[in-house]
């Protein structure tokens, strides 16, 4: 399933008792609709106050329950789902297609502004308003310095056992000027997969490049460290989204949820 949603209301996407997240709602309209208990494994756990455009979740299900149901499942979750959360397609996926473990790269975009007048209305939130100017020429230069396979504990909230390892294969920072004239700073961050807060602690760093606070290289310089650094903001999370998850051709899908398993020790 290809998933869009509003992160604003949510407490995140995975399940927690009494909070309200997307994983609850989605697997509670999917109950509904297929009258069975459904669990969602989903290519990334965003936090809270994140939003996705291009999330992709996996479940299994009866084949004859798929036959009877599936042509129409977009259009029935449309009438149970709460208006924040939109399932775009829904597709038979190969026998060995993970969406987790399967996904060769996840892509997130942050935005912020800068601009005097903050935000147009309509992009409040998933746009956040920031009270200094930015210097992005400076924060791009900061940014193309963590490339590649490093460990990003600085930047993580390690979890216990799990690897904070990662390629980061793009983050970028540019300038633009929206069709209503307002200037975004965007923020585009590929990796093959982002540890709990790592997206917005980057993003965290290149902003303190970005405002004079810290020299080019400071971002680059905290990998040297095994745990997170405390002096590394974090930045608000209603300006991340996740836009797209990339996977390799059917055939390699095994092989794949297999390395992926093992490089992160579970």
Known sequence: MHVQYDGTAFHGWARQPALRTVQAELEQGLGTVLRRPVELTVAGRTDAGVHATGQVVHC??????????????????????????????????????????????RHYVYRLTDDPAGPPPLRRSDTVA???????????????????????????????????????????????????????????ASADAFCHSMVRSLVGGLIAVGEGRRPLDWPAGLLSRRERASEVPVAPAHGLALVAVDYPPDAELGARTQVTRARRGE
Request: proline residues 5%.
């Open 130 to 188: 920031w009270p200094r100017t930015l210097d992005a020429g400076a924060m791009d230069l900061a940014a193309g310095l963590l490339l590649g396979q490093n460990d990003f504990a600085a930047y993580c909230k390690r979890r216990e056992g799990a690897t904070t390892v990662r390629t980061l294969l793009r983050l970028t920072v540019a300038r633009q000027r929206e069709e209503d004239g307002t200037e975004v700073v965007r923020i585009d």
């Open 60 to 105: 299994d299900v009866p084949a004859a329950l798929w036959d009877e149901q599936g042509p129409k499942l977009v259009r029935r979750l449309r009438g149970v789902l709460p208006a924040e959360v939109v399932v775009r397609s829904v597709v038979e996926a190969h026998p060995d297609f993970d969406a987790r473990f399967g996904a060769l790269a």
